[in-house]
T-cell receptor, first 116, second 116 residues
Framework: AQSVAQPEDQVNVAEGNPLTVKCTYS??????LFWYVQYPNRGLQFLLK??????LVKGSYGFEAEFNKSQTSFHLKKPSALVSDSALYFC??????????????FGTGTQLKVEL | NAGVMQNPRHLVRRRGQEARLRCSPM?????VYWYRQLPEEGLKFMVY????????ESGMPKERFSAEFPKEGPSILRIQQVVRGDSAAYFC??????????????FGPGTRLTVL
């Protein structure tokens, strides 16, 4: 079964410092990996995805993620955190459904808190 | 281009009543997905629909839950005889498919259902 794991429930970082939100995956075949962010009482916003190609993927709001096949990881990173980055971050893997289409399997989420 | 629209944003029902949640996909998107987010949990896939067809409902409870995506109008997630355990945030996502390639899912703001 395809799954993703986010080992940290919460990550705290000071504004201006680099941040990392961890994600590891377990899939058969080539993984299609995604990061979404959820602000309070809002829906999920797409940040970035890895399908194929360059292992370093750049996304919205200055975020990037590094795909590491040997470590089966897809960690989300940002060189300099902002207080406004404080939100709930979800890693997801795409699973192809029988009959077409795809569903996303999400991790449990990591709460990022950026403090002054 | 408006994003995925969901209404109502908040819905309160008493046990035994029916809940109807609506989702209008992004313009040009013909694939709709419903996910449920229980308190303190990640999102779980429920059902995948294309116009007038349910493609995969493997994540949907067998009883009381149904979904449709008619030729005209929004997709509807219907929950009959609601129970307190149905209290959750329900998210809709949509995507396009071009030449067999299924693109990124974009999420709506969600409907927060509270069952009293």
């Amino acid at each position: 079964a395809q799954s993703v794991a986010q080992p940290e429930d919460q990550v705290n970082v000071a504004e201006g410092n680099p941040l990392t939100v961890k994600c590891t995956y377990s899939v058969s075949g080539n993984p299609y990996l995604f990061w979404y962010v959820q602000y309070p009482n809002r829906g999920l916003q797409f940040l970035l995805k890895y399908i194929t190609g360059d292992n370093l993927v750049k996304g919205s709001y200055g975020f990037e993620a590094e795909f590491n096949k040997s470590q089966t990881s897809f960690h989300l990173k940002k060189p300099s955190a902002l207080v406004s980055d404080s939100a709930l971050y979800f890693c997801a893997v795409r699973f192809i459904l029988t009959g077409g289409g795809n569903k996303l399997t999400f991790g449990t989420g990591t709460q990022l808190k950026v403090e002054l | 281009n408006a994003g995925v629209m969901q209404n109502p944003r908040h819905l309160v029902r008493r046990r035994g009543q029916e809940a109807r949640l609506r989702c209008s996909p992004m313009k040009g998107h013909s694939h709709v997905y419903w996910y449920r987010q229980l308190p303190e949990e990640g999102l779980k896939f429920m059902v995948y629909l294309q116009k007038e067809n349910i493609i995969d409902e493997s994540g949907m409870p067998k009883e009381r839950f149904s979904a449709e995506f008619p030729k005209e109008g929004p997709s509807i997630l219907r929950i009959q005889q609601v129970v307190r355990g149905d209290s959750a945030a329900y998210f809709c996502a949509s995507s396009i498919e071009v030449a067999g390639v299924r693109y990124t899912q974009y999420f709506g703001p969600g409907t927060r259902l509270t069952v009293l």
